[in-house]
């Protein structure tokens, strides 16, 4: 995996809870790496796991939540790292069905011996898209925690509905994917709010 999903990795503990918490993370985890993290570096996948798992259990979290919880931090700053690319992809289904077939073909040219996932998407009559991920690395937690991220960064609700799941022996993982407006917060009406009527 390359070196930038591991600087994010240290950024989200490091924003999160701190230096010394990724510190103590860090010295936790049997890692094949022993010089620091560069963007542009490739380093075995084990020790991205290794450090998502002892992340995972300084949390109290189970190691899928905390990928999730990554992923959704990762979605803003991998957008923000291609602007020229991303710039006139407005929606979250823009980006979604340009992320194989120009996002990370984009990748594997900025980052030699970058190995990103293969998706495959499209629109379903009703508006819905079916997405179909395959990764030997079988990351779908973190996979939904940027669709979490994707529908911050584009204000709207992704509703995620899952049908395959590579940890359950398909040889990938299948979803619906229900984007929307997110509902504008109603105020209740306040007690002043009918003032002056009589
Ligand atoms: C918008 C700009 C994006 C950039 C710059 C980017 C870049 C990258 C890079 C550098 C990697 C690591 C690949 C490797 O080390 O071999 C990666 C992995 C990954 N990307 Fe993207 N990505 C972007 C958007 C997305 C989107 C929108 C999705 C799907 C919603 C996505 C899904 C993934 C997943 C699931 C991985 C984990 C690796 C795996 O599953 O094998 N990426 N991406």
Redesign the pocket.
């Known amino acids: ?2 070196g ?2 591991f600087n994010l990795l240290e950024s989200f503990v490091c924003e999160g809870w701190g230096e010394d918490v990724y510190e103590e993370i860090l010295d936790r985890c049997p890692l094949h790496t022993q010089e620091p993290f560069v963007g542009p570096g ?1 380093y075995p996948d084990a020790d991205l796991v290794s450090i998502a798992s002892a992340t995972a259990k300084h949390l109290g979290l189970s190691l899928p939540d905390a990928l999730r919880a990554f ?1 959704a931090y990762c ?1 803003p700053h ?2 923000g ?2 602007p020229d ?2 710039g006139d992809m407005d929606t979250p289904e823009k ?2 069905l340009a ?1 194989d077939g120009v ?2 073909v ?2 594997r040219k900025l ?1 030699p ?5 293969q ?1 495959a998407v499209r629109i379903n009559p009703d508006r819905t898209l079916h997405l179909e ?1 395959r ?5 779908c937690a ?2 939904e925690g ?2 979490d991220g ?1 529908g911050d960064h584009f204000d709207r609700d992704i509703r995620a509905e899952k049908h395959a799941c590579m940890h359950d022996g398909s040889d990938h993982c299948a979803y619906t994917l229900q984007v929307s407006a997110r509902a504008v917060e109603s105020k209740a009406p306040t007690a002043s709010a009918g003032a002056g009527l009589g």
């Not at 011996?113 to 996932?117: F, T």
């Not at 990764?135 to 990351?139: A, C, N, V, W």
């Open positions: 995996m390359k930038i999903v490739t992923g979605l991998l957008v790292s291609v690319l991303v980006l979604l992320v996002i990370h984009e990748v980052f011996k970058a190995h990103p996932p998706f991920y990764s030997e690395r079988k990351l973190f996979l940027l669709f994707l």
